[in-house]
């Protein structure tokens, strides 16, 4: 075998199963390479994708007997009026158009049609097939990090985290470190370093909090004061980290607070005319944009106008200070983008939020609205995707008579696209606008149930996150579906056990006490590879943070194992024996105090839903 060529080999590799490729990696370095081969795993996502099992399935319908043509067209009836002419084919049970006499050429050619339809990388951004497969058909794994306990009163409080954001290593160019805003009112980072071959990762450990209250005001005792403050506004885009300068920008109720992440200590706070709701992000060359609930405005770190001992902002406002402010018609900012710098023009500043328009102000010219794009939706979070908006009319599965360099065509200028998550009418909405093209996409049918709260681009895919707890992924064309994952999904613990039905209609698992927890922000841990030649990152690094709308802190993986390692289930077990029988006992009490009170309000709330009911019924 190590006598034949490359290609030889990659032909005998390709007819093996897919657990088997994985084994044959482990033999050299010469056979990972090959069974690692971007060719080979590419058409493997593709065989196992929702787009080549409908291709056959259509293919099949086809060969079916003429006799079956009754029950055919009544299946392909059932999508609706939005109907193409293959569509309308399969339901009047005439045959399609064939683009060649020999079944085998026909097969082929609809198989290449497919797969142009389906290519994920039409950006050309090179990203591994292999990962890609992981991601679309591994085990999904969630680690949830540690949080920092302390006493008060003799009771022992784990605090929960009240924002997110990342900070980046800047000798691997990679994600390597969470930072977080705590209720206690401190600041805590965690490594989260990728592991690879010459290091172990970070394991989600906790290097450094700052004292309690230090974004607060309040005493470090004083925990029930810091809470309610930390949490009055629940802003979700309310942290911002400049990796360049070390700088984390903290928004609590209408202030902002800058903090050294080397030294955890404060650097300067600003006070704004109303309570903060967005923050953009932070690079170190640009300004952050800050939006409070009713005005948007530039806060420039370096400018030495911007120091603690400034005038009180509600004066700047009435008396028209020369930091000039964008004042909005309608309140609620939710989500502010900058511009990526992909096209020529890297000033724009996008804002959504509760109100029906994205937004535009241009930095150099701020506070002049340069125009807006209408949505219609509610949009809760904006991110920026590479991939442009390909119209469905492209389709090159549903309309056999699309050539294949209309595609290729539409997909050669993607342009940055702006990938909104929204909620339309109580349902929601995944938004994907072109603003190069000014084309859009908006999936309001299949999306979600409930509220989108986030979303962002995934390798190949589309992740985002509903008011249901509910992580769905789908194709860049935001409507073909590749998985879901519901955090709530997970075993409960004894005192959880339970036979008895909750609420009026015998609820879900989903209403279970203590089952009702949702993601409210992600954000993509993309990780490397290390410049060494002698260090391999792992795979299925490419993870995503999660902060829950009980604020948890985790880690998405794909895998068997832990996304943050063997060491936190070590830590787990060793604190579960340092317990006592007193601390336990007491644990378990309080838990299911909780559980009842939680079973309670469950029960009233569905007692009230079906006595509003009886009055909408005739």
């Not at 005998?12 to 199963?17: H, N, T």
């Not at 994920?120 to 058909?137: K, L, Q």
């Not at 072109?434 to 049918?445: A, D, E, I, V």
């Amino acid at each position: 075998m190590d006598r034949l060529p490359e290609e030889v080999v990659l032909n005998i590799i390709s007819c093996l199963d897919v657990p088997d490729i994985v084994r044959v990696q482990s033999i050299s370095h010469r056979y990972l390479t090959l069974g690692r081969d971007n060719a080979l795993w590419k058409a493997e996502c593709f065989n196992h994708s929702r787009a080549e099992a409908l291709r056959r399935q259509r293919q099949l319908l086809n060969a079916q007997d003429s006799r079956l043509s009754e029950l055919r067209n009544a299946f392909s009836a059932l999508p609706g009026g939005d109907l193409t002419s293959y569509d309308v084919a399969l339901l009047r049970g005439s045959p399609q158009p064939r683009a060649s006499s020999d079944p085998r050429a026909q097969a082929r050619i609809q198989r290449q049609r497919a797969l142009v339809n389906w290519e994920p990388d039409y950006a050309h951004n090179g990203f591994d097939y292999y990962e890609e497969y992981v991601h679309r058909h591994a085990p999904i794994s969630l680690g949830w990090l540690r949080m920092p306990k302390h006493n008060v009163s003799d009771k022992e409080v784990q605090p929960v985290a009240t924002g997110l954001g990342k900070l980046m290593d800047g000798q691997t160019n990679s994600f390597s470190k969470m930072v977080a805003p705590l209720d206690d009112g401190s600041v805590a980072i965690w490594d989260i370093a990728s592991r690879s071959t010459s290091a172990s990762g970070g394991n989600g450990r906790l290097l450094g909090q700052s004292k309690r209250g230090l974004l607060s005001g309040r005493a470090e005792n004083d925990s029930l004061e810091s809470r309610i403050v930390m949490t009055e506004t629940g802003a979700v885009e309310s942290v911002a980290v400049d990796s360049i300068s070390l700088k984390g920008y903290f928004a609590v109720q209408s202030q902002l607070h800058e903090v050294d992440l080397t030294t955890l200590q404060l650097v300067s706070t600003k006070q704004y005319p109303f309570p903060i709701t967005a923050l953009s992000e932070a690079n170190g060359t640009t300004p952050v944009t800050v939006g409070t609930n009713n005005t948007v405005h530039l806060y420039d770190p370096r400018d030495p106008a911007f120091t603690a001992s400034e005038t009180a902002a509600e004066g700047e406002l009435i008396g028209g200070s020369v930091y000039s402010h964008a004042t909005l018609a309608e309140p609620g900012p939710l989500s502010i983008l900058h511009h990526d710098g992909a096209g020529i023009d890297d000033s724009s500043i996008w804002v959504a939020g509760r109100f029906t328009s994205m937004l535009n102000y241009d930095r150099r010219f701020f506070p002049r609205l340069r125009g807006t794009v209408h949505s219609g939706a509610r949009i809760a979070s904006m991110c920026f995707s590479p991939y442009g908006v390909v119209p469905r009319s492209l389709d090159l599965v549903r309309n056999p008579d699309v050539p294949m360099a209309a595609m290729t065509e539409a997909r050669s200028h993607p342009g940055p696209t702006v990938l909104a998550a929204a909620e339309y009418k109580g349902k929601g909405s995944l938004e994907l606008h072109n603003l190069g093209s000014g084309s859009t996409y908006q999936n309001r049918q299949t999306a979600s149930a409930s509220k989108l709260l986030s979303a962002t681009t995934h390798g190949g895919r589309i992740v985002f996150s509903d008011g249901d707890g509910n992580l769905k992924w789908v194709e860049h064309d935001g409507f073909s579906y590749v998985r879901t994952l519901n955090i709530n999904d997970k075993p409960l613990d004894a005192a959880a056990q339970d036979a008895s039905d909750y609420g009026i209609w015998s609820s879900t698992a989903s209403e279970m006490p203590g089952q009702g927890d949702i993601v409210q922000k992600i954000m993509p841990l993309r990780a490397t590879a290390s410049t060494t030649s002698s260090s391999r990152t792992d795979t299925n690094q490419s993870n995503l943070l999660l902060w829950t709308g009980d604020g948890a802190l985790g880690m998405l993986g794909f895998g068997h194992s832990n996304p943050l390692g063997d060491e936190e289930d070590w830590h787990d077990a060793v604190e579960a024996q340092a317990q006592t029988v007193e601390q336990r006992a007491k644990e378990d009490a309080e838990r299911q105090y909780s559980m009842r009170m939680r079973r309670a309000l469950e029960n009233n709330a569905n007692e009230v839903r079906f006595v509003r009911g009886l009055g909408m019924m005739r």
